[in-house]
C-alpha cells in the first residue's frame, strides 16, 4: 500500500523562521545510481537536468526545507519542474522566480526533494530525472547533497525497492556472502556494554552497519558483515545501545554525536541513515529497544530488513541486504534485532 508521508510538510508557511543552514556549491546525488544531477547543455532557460557522471556534475545552492534550488556558478537559474503537478514530468533550469510554484522544493529530513505544497518528488526514473507523486518506500526519491571534499555516499539499495515489504516471509540475508575487505563475516564479542553490535535475528556474524563501513552524515545504514574490533570497519557496526532502554538515540560508540535516524516524518519503508543528533534543532529519531524490536519512539514502525532486498557491491565494503522501518508485527522475523552476550 502506498501512501505520502511528506505533504503535511509541504507547504510554504511551514520554513522556520530561524535562519537554516543553506548548502552552497554541493552535488546532489541520486541514491539509485550514484550519478549526480546536472543540466546537460548550455546554462539556459529550457535545458535538460538529468544526472551525469558525479565528476562532470555541475553544482547547486539547496536549503534544507522550502525554498529555490539554484545553479551554484549562476543563481539566476533555477531548478524547474514543468508544471510541478503531474508524473513524469522531465526536469530543466529555467530563469529563477522565487516563490514560483514549479521551482519551490522541500528537502526533506529523509532526503526526498518535493515540490512545495505538491505532491511530486524529484526522481531518478529508467530513463533520467522526472517528477514523479511522492511515494513512501519509493529509493528513486532519495537524493543525498554532497559537500566538497567529502566521499560520495554509498548506494546501498536495488533499484527495484519501491514496492512495499512484505511481511510474509521470514527470509534473512545470507551470511555466506563474499566481503571485498579481508576479515569479515566472524562473530565477535562486543568491546563493551556501551559499544555493541546488533544483528538480524541472532545472526551474529552480521550487522547494522553506516556507510558500507563509512560513518559519514547522511549516509545510509544497512546490513553488512560485522568486523573485528581492531578493524576499522568496526567504527561504523559498534552502537551505544541497551536492552530495555526507551526513548533514546542510538549512538556510535565512536562518535556520540552520530546517530541512526529515519527522517522527521517516517513511514513504512522510510530508509535508516546517519544524523547529527549534536545539533541544534535538529530532531534525530529517538528508539524503543523492547524485547527484540527496536521501534521508533511514538511511532507503530520498525527496523526492518527489506524482504528479498539481497547482496549489493559497496566499498569498502559490501551491502548484504537494506534496512528500512516498517509498521511493526509481532510475529515478522524482519523485525527481531538482538544483541550478542557479553
Known amino acids: ?13 511551514l520554513v522556520s523562521a530561524t535562519p537554516i543552514k ?4 554541493v552535488k546532489i546525488q541520486s541514491y539509485r545510481n550514484r550519478r549526480c544531477l546536472s543540466p546537460v547543455g548550455p546554462t539556459a532557460d529550457g535545458t535538460q537536468v538529468t544526472t551525469v557522471d558525479c565528476s562532470r556534475a555541475k553544482t547547486w545552492d539547496i536549503n534544507p526545507g522550502s525554498g529555490s534550488v539554484v545553479l551554484h556558478e549562476d543563481p ?10 503531474d508524473n513524469n514530468e522531465i526536469v530543466k533550469i529555467w530563469t529563477s522566480y522565487p516563490t514560483l ?10 532526503n526526498r526533494i518535493a515540490i512545495t505544497g505538491g505532491d511530486q518528488c524529484l526522481d531518478e526514473g529508467d530513463n533520467g530525472s522526472q517528477t514523479w507523486r511522492c511515494t513512501t518506500g519509493n529509493t528513486n526519491q532519495i537524493w543525498f547533497v554532497v559537500q566538497d571534499g567529502n566521499p560520495p555516499p554509498a548506494i546501498s539499495s536495488s533499484s527495484t525497492s519501491a514496492q512495499p515489504s512484505s511481511t510474509s516471509s521470514a527470509t534473512q540475508p545470507s551470511q555466506s556472502s563474499n566481503n571485498n575487505n579481508g576479515g569479515g563475516g566472524g562473530v565477535f564479542k562486543d568491546p563493551s556494554n556501551t559499544s555493541r553490535r546488533i544483528h538480524p ?12 563501513g563509512n560513518l559519514e552524515l547522511a549516509y545510509p545504514v544497512n546490513i553488512g558483515q560485522c568486523y573485528a574490533n581492531n578493524n576499522t570497519i568496526s567504527v561504523a557496526q559498534l552502537w551505544n545501545l541497551s536492552a530495555g532502554s526507551k526513548s533514546d538515540y542510538i549512538r556510535s560508540a565512536f562518535k556520540p554525536n552520530r546517530c541512526l535516524d529515519v527522517g522527521s516524518n517516517p513511514g513504512s519503508g522510510s530508509r535508516v541513515f546517519v ?7 535538529n530532531k534525530v529519531t529517538k528508539w524503543n529497544y523492547m524485547a527484540d524490536k527496536l521501534q521508533v519512539d511514538g511511532k507503530n514502525l520498525c527496523l526492518d530488513v527489506e524482504l528479498n532486498s539481497g547482496r549489493t557491491p559497496g566499498e569498502p565494503i559490501d551491502t548484504e541486504a537494506n534496512l528500512q522501518v516498517w509498521e511493526c508485527f509481532p510475529d515478522n522475523t524482519q523485525q527481531i534485532f538482538t544483541l550478542y552476550p557479553l
Do not use: E, H, K, P
Not at 500500500?1 to 508557511?13: E, G, H, K, N, P
Not at 510554484?101 to 529523509?110: R, S
Not at 535475528?201 to 558500507?212: E, K, M, S
Not at 544524523?275 to 534543532?281: K, P
Open 1 to 13: 500500500m502506498y501512501f505520502v508521508t511528506i505533504l503535511s510538510l509541504l507547504t510554504l508557511t
Open 22 to 25: 543553506r548548502f552552497s556549491g
Open 76 to 85: 539566476g537559474f533555477a531548478l524547474d519542474a514543468g508544471t510541478g503537478r
Open 101 to 110: 510554484f514549479q521551482q519551490t522544493w522541500f528537502l526533506t529530513g529523509d
Open 201 to 212: 535475528n541472532n545472526q551474529n556474524a552480521l550487522c547494522v552497519t553506516a556507510g558500507n
Open 275 to 281: 544524523s547529527d543528533c549534536a545539533a541544534a534543532g
